[in-house]
């Protein structure tokens, strides 16, 4: 269905790509790109049409086609970051769309793996982005007592990194787990960039 979004030949490029990534192939940007391609197209029918759809296609291509990518040779180290990175993203992904589907033990299980990708990645602002992603779903489980401190370490990792609206989806979930853990006074003050 993903595949839908694109070209065909686009597709076929992509295909061919993570087979020669499977066979030996030193794996380069134009691979990096192809892997945010087909997540950003998984994405995208994601908010069009919700989590339920497409999750197991998406996990057949993190399974099959990524994940090989993420274990062959690299052209660059940067290049090996940014794949990590990509990976990350989709499972990241994978992790929203079994929330979705109220199967939170496997969100969670995907939350800590996109997690462990961006930290491997050394690419400074997704493992932040991962960890506000985990405070909100513990917030939304009721379990707010692990919430605070994601909440913020993400908000740390983010701040002055990333855009000004970004950094104030931060601070909201910050400023949410502050309420909910009986700090409810310094929530309202949180919930707002410093001068």
């Not at 033990?105 to 939350?111: L, P, T, V």
């Not at 939304?140 to 983010?158: D, S």
């Amino acid at each position: 269905m993903a595949a839908a979004a694109l070209p065909l030949s686009h597709v076929q490029e992509i295909v061919a790509r993570s087979t020669a990534a499977r066979t030996g192939h030193i794996v380069g940007m134009a691979d990096v790109t192809a892997v945010r391609d087909m997540i950003t197209a998984f994405s995208e029918i994601d908010e069009r049409h919700g989590g339920q759809h497409g999750r197991s296609a998406l996990v057949t291509y993190l399974r099959d086609d990524v994940a090989p990518m993420c274990r062959a040779r690299f052209r660059t180290d940067e290049v090996r970051r940014q794949m990590l990175s990509a990976a990350s993203r989709g499972v990241h992904l994978l992790g929203w769309k079994s929330y979705d589907a109220g199967q939170q033990g496997f969100a969670q299980r995907h939350y800590l793996q996109s997690y462990a990708l961006a930290a491997e990645s050394g690419i400074i602002g997704h493992d932040g982005f991962v960890m506000r992603t985990m405070a909100m779903q513990g917030l939304k489980l009721h379990h707010p007592e692990h919430c605070r401190a994601l909440a913020e370490t993400g908000l740390n990792r983010a701040k002055g990194r990333v855009d000004a609206q970004t950094e104030a989806l931060f601070r909201v979930v910050h400023a949410h787990t502050l309420a909910k853990t009986g700090k409810r006074r310094a929530a309202p003050h949180r919930g707002r960039a410093s001068p």
